[in-house]
């Protein structure tokens, strides 16, 4: 079973070895209301913790997605690209946003667990 | 949701709340962005069915007076106001010495005067402009007692002509005073949407009743987020994002709202501009665009052509859940304003490809009436 962790800016992240899959939560996408487009990494990019690695667009505004690990991108999710309705629908399953090959493990220390997450993402939207 | 205590409240809004709306702030009014369902469900549902939109935040004014009015209100709006009928309602515009467009807006003749429809965010100012203009010689009233409720989409005859029977034989961009419940509701056959529909003027005690049986026969409460969608589909203009002070009807490639009547004697509020720019045209004019792939492109975007050369910015830009892609309008210089001129859109520091094409990108279904 892999540990999903959480970032601030409401990406999580879920690890199986050292490759990292990441995706934007289901909070997140409350929050921006019907999704109709998304930019991702380009695969064998590197992407540094806290950096912009993609864009989310809704009906209403545009989003950056950030990392929130750094590593190499070693596979990205073409079926949101083409469908992006799809991260609506599956945010934290089936329409992750790409996977990495993590430089540190350590930059996961700073990030929360779901009990966490549900706290700090509740606070930040009252 | 957090909002300014000073924000005004419309009279549904207790309906809003009990239909999970979530609110902004707009022009100073916390107003339903949409609903449960969200966005592109609530536009969908419009073009197909029917859908409900509080606009009550609108200015609603009224001038009373005769042929002494017709006659100054001439001389404000581009319009032949003498050979306009009673009911019927034209597009305008209320606009200083220069053209530039303080409002857009919609004037219908009444009995009792004209009823003109004004935005929100505008209409205190039009008020004061029209008073000054109008020299305090005529009664003017900018309603707080009453609601204005949009029905929108192909359904919306049938379901209003159920509640307030006769609206079906209303032609586009007429209206009447119908009676409703032992008080007078006016209703116009307009819309901003691109669809067949309605605007219901309705005093406020009475709108949240009205409005309820509207969603009893069928229709639903449609936010102000479709309310966008919609209408940039329709290729229709938003005051403070197409129109502002700086920009002229002309500029907007709106002159066919200008009555030929006016444009050989002028006598109008901006009519030398507006003349001199339909003899020796403008530097720039809106037109519509469309991104290639699934790219928007917001207001504010530059607009490149192909040799890097800025041309122009965008002055609305989203997702068009009819059209299933994104759509846009701006500004761009004359030279580059023809049909399937191809022109760059720089979005996040990179440039994306993009046509100029026709208005509207969704073809409307206006309905002329039974008459």
């Known amino acids: 079973m892999s540990e999903v962790k959480f970032s601030k800016e409401h990406e999580w992240i879920s690890l199986e070895g050292d490759v990292a899959t990441i995706g934007i939560t289901k909070h997140a996408t409350e929050m921006l209301g019907d999704i109709v487009f998304a930019e991702l990494p380009e695969k064998g990019s590197n992407v540094e913790k806290d950096g912009t690695a993609g864009v989310v667009e809704s009906t209403k505004a545009a989003s950056d997605v950030y990392t929130p690990v750094s590593g190499e991108v070693m596979d990205t999710n073409q079926a949101i690209v083409d469908d992006p309705s799809k991260i609506n629908e599956d945010p934290e399953g089936s329409a992750w946003f790409f996977k990495l090959k993590i430089k540190d493990n350590s930059e996961l220390d700073s990030l929360m667990n779901r009990e966490e997450y549900e706290k700090f993402s509740k606070e930040s939207s009252s | 949701m957090r909002v300014n205590m000073e924000t005004k409240k419309t009279s549904l809004n207790n309906l809003h709340q009990r239909n999970q709306a979530k609110f902004v702030e707009f022009a100073g009014y916390e107003m339903p962005i949409q609903y449960s369902k969200g966005i592109i ?24 007076g005769g042929e002494n009015l017709t006659i100054e209100l001439e001389k404000i709006f581009p319009l032949d106001l003498k050979n306009l009928k009673q009911n019927s309602s034209k597009y305008s515009f209320l606009m200083n010495e220069e053209a530039g467009i303080y409002d857009d807006l919609i004037i219908t003749k009444i009995e009792e005067g004209y009823l003109i429809i004004l935005n929100a965010a505008c209409k205190e100012n039009d008020f004061q402009i029209l008073s000054k203009l109008l020299g305090g010689n005529f009664k003017m009233t900018l309603e707080n007692e009453r609601a204005l409720v949009a029905l929108q989409g192909p359904r919306s005859v049938e379901i209003l002509n159920s509640v307030l029977n006769g609206v079906e034989k209303l032609n586009f961009m007429t209206g009447k005073w119908i009676d ?28 949240e009743e009205f409005t309820q049986k509207l969603i009893d026969k069928g229709a639903q409460l449609i936010g102000l987020g479709a309310r966008d969608t919609l ?41 030398e501009k507006i003349i001199n720019q339909i003899q020796s045209g403008t530097s720039q004019i809106r037109v519509g665009i469309k991104p290639e792939g699934r790219l928007i492109a917001r207001e504010k975007t530059k607009i490149f052509e192909e040799t890097d050369k800025q041309i122009g910015e965008i002055t609305s830009g989203t997702f068009g859940p009819s059209i299933n892609g994104p759509i846009a309008m701006g500004y761009v210089d004359k030279e580059f304003s023809k049909i399937d001129t191809k022109i760059l859109l720089e979005v996040r520091g990179k440039k994306y490809p993009a046509n100029i094409c026709e208005l509207p990108f969704y073809k409307k279904n206006y309905v002329k009436g039974a008459n």
């Open chain 2, 41 to 64: 469900e609530e536009h969908k549902f419009t073009r197909k069915h029917s859908g409900i939109f509080d606009v009550s935040h609108m200015g609603q004014l009224f001038i009373y």
């Open chain 2, 180 to 207: 409703f419940k032992n008080q007078r509701l006016f209703v116009t056959r307009s819309g901003y949407t691109g669809e067949d529909g309605f605007e219901i003027s309705i005093l406020n005690n009475f709108a």
């Open chain 2, 231 to 271: 209408r940039l589909e329709a290729g229709l203009c938003l005051y403070g994002h197409e129109l502002d002070i700086n920009k002229t009807p002309v500029e907007a490639n709106l002159k066919w709202a200008i009555s030929k009547e006016r444009l050989s004697n002028g006598g109008f509020v901006g009519s």
